[in-house]
């Protein structure tokens, strides 16, 4: 087959992933829509409804991304990754490729973290309140987190990632499938998080399907793929 196959099947292959993600989302947006009375004429705290998340889907969505298949270990590290950092507070809408710094705010009497687009050389200790980590948006709209030096010598902040680490992978060991665990629609979640969080299900449910993995527990995928099922 020549290089012209290839390039208008990897476009197409692209073009048909991206459709399929939408169309999930559609679906899950008008399900809850379907159980929720006026839903639409009701707009949540920041005035934004659910149709709009559908435009903002698009937004975040990368043109030129094609899904590569990735392994059941890999697809946990990113989900637990990813929402760690979504479930952080922001306001603003991430574009892929750029550099965010978490931080744990100082102010909140829960210890929430606060996603920033100021680096700790950029303002005050006082203000931002702990450095967690440098966070970037990948081109697959998943997130990487890399710990700062101070968090990683933090042993109450290592042992509340490891308690998270430890009850996101017996939810693991739980699910039926472990696309039951993917984030395609967090009702609870303010409008960007949830935006992100819905992105980051179709690039993984993308993935996982690329892999022969998808509708599968995580036993069964680890084994499948021959990968010790860790967490």
Known sequence: MNDSYHSHHDHGLSVTMMFWFLMRCLAEVLRIMANTQNIVKTPNPQGKGLVPVLAALTEAGNPGWVPLPKSISQIANELFTSMFVLESRFSFKPVP????????????SQGRFSLSLLSPEQWSATVYGQVIGHCVLQADLTWTLELSDEAAADNEMMAYIAERRRRFGQELAEAKQ?????????????????????????????????????????????????HDHDN
């Open 97 to 108: 490729q750029r550099s965010y710094w978490l931080y744990r705010d100082p102010l909140d």
């Open 178 to 226: 472990v696309d039951d665990l993917l984030p395609v629609f967090q009702h609870n979640l303010p409008f960007y998080q949830r935006v992100f969080a819905s992105a980051l299900a179709g690039s993984l449910s993308c993935s996982m399907q690329q892999a022969g993995i998808a509708g599968l527990s995580y036993e069964q995928a680890a084994g499948l793929l021959g």
